[in-house]
């Protein structure tokens, strides 16, 4: 069904938090948020968002792009398809991404676009996204609570549990016997029956991963994800692929034929794409059905807020097997006030919305107070 598009918009939003969010790399002091809006010519909306998680000072610059240069390449033209628009305009970037090198943002912005016109074309075709995109029915997807700081994380893992959830995935990366420290109390308070993974966020150089990888293999773990940095020699992530007793996991620092080059590697056992980093919907169900495919666990990365979070849950639904989706145990009123109970955990599990598109629409007036871009909105 064709889309023809009348106005692309972005909203930017910024939620100041109380307990900073914590990874090796770096602290979040606030949750920022930047939502895309696309409007047909029959009024119907779409909506999609984009990654902007760090540096949190660049959400308002992803949201100009989408609104002020991105977005109106759109404007007028015929879209066959959502994953024609998207290979179109991912086409023009290139030279714009070289001229400016802003890889990274420009990306951002395209995978929000995405997210949304995907959005609009499920509402137009009456169909929930995940059954738009060829998924077989589904009630639910199932879930795990990441995003737990190094600083005695079993007392948020406990909350959690209680909440519902039945997987966790803990933060590493601050000194092994920091990281031994916390992997030994998440397993006491949890207990056996929980599903326990490790995301070092690409701390650890060679040899550290793989000093690291045998120290963990008593604790029976789901995956030992971004170990390395993504730019560490292939042959290296091989060996480690080898050497380690958990499965590799990672993704969300990829993008485009990066994902082929290391599928052929036959490295990573779990595959997690950001669809706010790159790809959006389009880029991404090829992945995901490849991972599929190949026997790997599909397992959307997603550490923002609830619009992207509903996406990331029908993509994860569409392409089916035994992966996950990570849900982000701190409070976020930018997921909160979009999703509500829509996100509700029920035995490690959320359910994926009947209705047709996301199966939401955010409140922007409930979220007026934390609005940052559009100024004066």
């Not at 930047?34 to 010519?41: G, H, K, N, S, W």
């Not at 060829?134 to 609570?145: F, K, M």
């Amino acid at each position: 069904m064709a889309i023809k598009l009348v106005a692309v918009e972005a909203h930017c939003f910024r939620v100041p938090i109380k307990v900073p969010l914590v990874t090796s790399f770096g602290i979040m002091h606030s949750r920022p948020a930047v939502f895309v809006r696309v409007v047909d010519a029959d009024g119907t909306e779409g909506w999609g968002e984009a990654w902007c998680n760090w540096p949190a000072v660049g959400a308002e610059h992803r949201a100009r792009l989408v609104a002020e240069d991105i977005g109106p390449r759109l404007i007028g033209r015929t879209i066959e398809t959502p994953e024609a628009a998207f290979r179109a305009l991912d086409r023009e970037l290139e030279v714009l991404s070289i001229q400016t090198a802003e890889v990274g943002p420009l990306a951002q912005a395209l995978a929000g676009i995405d997210q949304a016109v995907w959005d609009l074309h499920a509402r137009k075709v009456n169909l929930p996204l995940y059954r738009a995109l060829g998924g077989a029915a589904v009630s639910s997807v199932p879930a795990y609570a990441s995003g737990l700081n190094p600083d005695k994380p079993e007392r948020l893992a406990a909350e959690r549990q209680k909440d519902g959830h039945r997987a966790f995935k803990l933060k590493i990366g601050f000194g092994q016997e920091q990281d031994l420290r916390n992997i030994k109390a998440l397993r006491g308070t949890l207990g056996l029956d929980a599903a326990l993974m490790v995301d070092a966020n690409q701390a650890y150089d060679f040899a550290t991963a793989c000093e690291m990888a045998a120290r963990i293999g008593g604790f029976d773990l789901g995956w030992y994800e971004e170990p390395m940095r993504v730019d560490v020699p292939m042959a290296d992530w091989q060996k480690l692929a080898r050497k380690s007793p958990v499965p590799l996991a990672g993704g969300e620092n990829l993008r485009g034929k990066d994902f082929e080059v290391w599928h052929d590697a036959g490295v990573l056992g779990v595959v997690q794409p950001d669809i706010s980093k790159w790809g959006g919907i389009s880029g991404n169900l090829a992945v995901g059905r490849q991972a599929v495919a190949a026997n790997k666990r599909f397992c959307p990365h997603w550490l923002a807020a609830g619009v992207g979070l509903m996406a990331s849950m029908h993509l994860l639904a569409a392409v089916g097997g035994s992966g996950l989706m990570e849900f982000d145990a701190n409070p976020n009123p930018l997921r909160e006030l979009v999703g509500g109970d829509l996100f509700k955990i029920r035995e490690g599990r959320i359910a994926v919305p009947q209705t047709s598109g996301l199966g939401l629409v955010p409140d922007l007036k409930a979220l007026r107070s934390y609005q940052t871009w559009p100024a004066g909105k």
